[in-house]
């Protein structure tokens, strides 16, 4: 599997050392549409630098990967 078929996937894991707590969460369901809002608490600056990094990765993944499908009527997504 190379970069561009990875899923998009961002992990926080609970550890010892932890440097980003997880403060809140919620969920809610919109016309058939799930929404999760997590909150991530740090006082690390650098465990911060690296959560954002993680996370743009993961979003500039999800957009690339979007833009390449066919739409349902067979153009491309935009």
């Known amino acids: 599997m190379n970069a561009q078929e990875m899923p998009a ?3 926080l894991s609970s550890s010892d050392q932890e440097r980003m707590a997880l403060k809140t ?5 919109t016309n058939g549409k799930a929404t999760v809002k997590i909150t991530l608490e740090t006082t690390d600056m ?12 993961v979003f500039e993944r999800h ?11 067979g153009g491309a997504n935009v």
């Open 63 to 73: 957009k690339k990967r979007n833009s390449k499908r066919p739409s349902a009527t």
């Open 46 to 57: 650098y465990a911060l630098a690296s959560c954002l990094k993680d996370l743009g990765e």
């Open 9 to 11: 996937l961002f992990m």
């Open 25 to 29: 969460f919620s969920s809610s369901t």
